[in-house]
């Protein structure tokens, strides 16, 4: 099954009228040639001094502050086009992360103090008493992300203290049995895009296990239910964990093209339950970054007419 050609251009459309500059300007970059300078410029818009960013990058929360959350997303937009390490965006990028570990709690804090003052989803929401977010109550999130990072990009923090993160995490990893929480474990699998062959050997029979034992693969439930999808794991068909989900990952795939017979894009299966208008937008947001992605994965699989 391929998204049509019709199909293909209902998306396109969507995203030039509802997408932000960077998820325009990344589809550009995908599809049309753009350039990576113009996706570069987009970006660092919402990078703050600090070399954090923030002003909304992540949808779900809005604080203009930088956080370690929307600074992971900021990489993950650098990777997309292949910046280079010599950019100093992502220079500024990797000294936020070197400066912003937060040593009382040994790890990085996902969001700044001043979240609650801005609209954001209810997970973000620092309590009052105890001071953390929802997401807090692991340590991996987005800790375990940050630190491949650090192993991949020339960076200033302490090499034998990044050492010993390093063996924490995957002493972490090794001790789970059969499944993780998805959001954790999606940042393990972006720490083992960025680390060492020798140390990938150590844990992907893990990490094959915990795929295998957290992915939801009932297409039922995909489209209204907030759960781990198997293209959520595996993005293109080199993903070195496809073998695992061959069959499911085509089914995820079929449904992405048949969603958009009667839909003119993919919206997010989640929602905030305060700051209604800040939502609408923060949803449309959402969606034009999905559909950028997904039109990606599509074409990475060889799923759209040509």
């Known amino acids: 099954m391929k998204l049509s050609k019709n199909n293909f251009e209902k998306v396109s459309k969507f995203i030039y009228k509802n997408a932000r500059e960077l998820d325009k300007q990344l589809y550009s970059f995908y599809f049309h040639n753009g350039s990576q300078e113009v996706v570069t410029k987009s970006l660092v818009s919402y990078q703050n001094i600090d070399g954090g960013f923030g002003h909304g990058l992540e949808p779900d929360f809005r604080t203009p502050s930088s956080s370690t959350i929307a600074t992971s997303l900021g990489i993950q937009y650098m990777e997309k086009i292949g910046i280079s390490e ?13 400066s912003s570990f937060s040593r009382a709690y040994e790890r990085w804090r996902p969001v700044p103090s ?30 375990v992300e940050i630190l491949g990072y650090l192993l991949r990009y020339p960076n200033n923090f302490p090499t034998s203290q990044l050492e010993e993160l390093i063996q924490k995490t995957i002493n972490m990893l090794l001790s789970y ?109 959402w969606a034009g970054k999905i559909a950028v992605e997904n039109l990606v994965i599509l074409k990475r699989f060889s799923r759209i007419e040509v």
């Open 114 to 143: 001043d979240v609650n003052s801005y609209p954001h989803a209810p997970w973000w929401h620092l309590n009052e008493k105890t001071g953390f977010c929802a997401i807090e109550q692991s340590w991996e999130n987005p800790t």
């Open 177 to 285: 049995k059969k499944k993780m929480e998805e959001h954790n474990l999606y940042c393990y699998l972006l720490f083992y895009s960025h680390i060492p062959e020798e140390t990938k050997a150590k844990i992907k029979s893990k990490l094959s296990e915990l795929i295998l034992g957290t992915v939801n693969t009932n297409p039922k439930d995909w489209q209204i239910k907030y759960v781990p999808k198997p293209l959520q794991f595996v993005d293109n068909p080199n993903s070195p964990f496809y073998s695992l989900l061959v069959d499911s990952t085509n089914q995820n795939l079929d449904l992405l093209i048949k969603t958009i017979d009667s839909n003119e894009a993919w919206f997010p299966t989640w929602k905030w339950t305060d700051y209604e208008d800040d939502w609408e937008k923060a949803r449309l947001e």
């Open 86 to 98: 010599e950019n100093e965006a992502l220079k500024k990028t990797m000294n936020y992360f070197s």
